[in-house]
Every structure is written in C-alpha cells, then in structure tokens.
C-alpha cells in the first residue's frame, strides 16, 4: 500500500460500481441530509460517511449548501428540462398529464427521497436561491397549464396540481409508493382542473 504525502488529503477512489469520489460524496450527503436534516449535518458527517478526512472532501466540493444546491437542484432539473417544449404542446390536457408524469418520476428517482428537503428552513437563504427560482419555474409551469384548461383560478389549481404530484414525497417515506402512482396524481390534477377527460382513450 502507498504512503499518503503528509498534508496533502487523500483522494478518493472510485467505488466497485464506477462512483467518482463527487458521486460518493453527494450520495452520503443525501443520505444524512434526508436523516437528520440538513442543519444537523455536517461536512465532518459527510467526510466520516464516505470514509475520508474532512480536508479530502473540501478537495471535491466547495461546503455544505454547495451539496444541498446540487442535490436539490438534480430533484427538479429532470422535469425542468425540455418544459418549454411541452408547454408548447397544443393539447394542454396532454401536456399537464406529461408534466406530472415526468415530475412524479424525477421525485421518485431523488436519492433518499431528498424532496423531504424542500421545507428546510436554510432554503430562504440567498444562496439557495437557484432552488427557489427552479420550483417558482415548475409552479408556473402548473399554473399556466391550468389556466389553459380551466381558465379562471388557474394558480390556485395548478398550485394544487403541484401539491399533489408532492404526495410522491410523503408516500416514499411510508414506503408505500404505489406502481401507478403517476397515473392516479395525474387523474387527480385533471380533475383539479376540471378537466373533461381523465385518462386516455384506449386505441
């Protein structure tokens, strides 16, 4: 085994499947942010849970809000993506279903189910901001969806819309996320606003 360089920290290996040191890093502080909390956990937390000293995981990441910035950003940046597309889509009954299908999938893929973060009270601070501005962007997205299809009240339905694809949150932490679980919120937001058709027609 080699000799670590005195005060230098020591770099950490990829893991048997492939995870860059970030990935590990990441990984053990989703896990303890969704655990204790992100106020209760610190990078010497962090550090111990990936088995390296302190100083070695400043040599990967710049501190702890960056963490919380990059895993809370990876639980809203898959339905993000593309939703100008989609809010393109001229069937707005369609586009609302993909939406929240695409938004139920990325709170369920988050490690350690990380949406239980988005009541931190840390996220009004300035440096969370990105955060903030991301979600205010889905919200918006919801919102004008249900404008489009109900007209009136379109932010307080849309709002709801978003409310309830949020379930996926508390029913991962029950353990009890059901296998159609997209398809049910879905045909809860199309009846939220009003809409005529709930489900597809069958070919």
Request: hydrophobic share 45%; with cysteine.
């Amino acid at each position: 085994m080699s000799k670590a360089v005195a005060g230098r920290p020591r770099a950490l290996a990829r893991t048997e499947d492939g995870r860059s040191a970030r990935e590990q890093i990441l990984d053990a502080a989703a896990e303890l942010f969704a655990s204790r909390g992100y106020a209760a956990t610190s990078t010497r937390d962090i550090a111990e849970r990936v088995g390296i000293r302190q100083a070695s995981l400043y040599y990967h990441v710049a501190g702890k809000p960056q963490l919380l910035l990059e895993l809370l950003d990876a639980s809203v940046r898959p339905t993000l993506d593309g939703l100008d597309e989609l809010l393109a889509e001229p069937d707005s009954v369609a586009a609302l279903r993909a939406l929240v299908h695409r938004d139920v999938q990325t709170l369920r893929d988050a490690p350690h189910n990380l949406g239980v973060l988005y009541l931190t009270p840390e996220l009004g601070d300035p440096e969370f901001g990105a955060i903030r501005e991301a979600r205010a962007q889905l919200r918006a997205a919801y919102e004008q969806l249900a404008e489009r299809i109900a007209g009136g009240d379109g932010g307080i339905r849309g709002a709801a819309c978003m409310q309830l694809v949020e379930m996926v949150i508390e029913l991962r932490q029950r353990d009890a996320v059901p296998e159609d679980v997209a398809e049910q919120i879905a045909d809860a937001c199309l009846r939220v606003v009003g809409a005529a058709r709930t489900r597809p027609e069958p070919e």
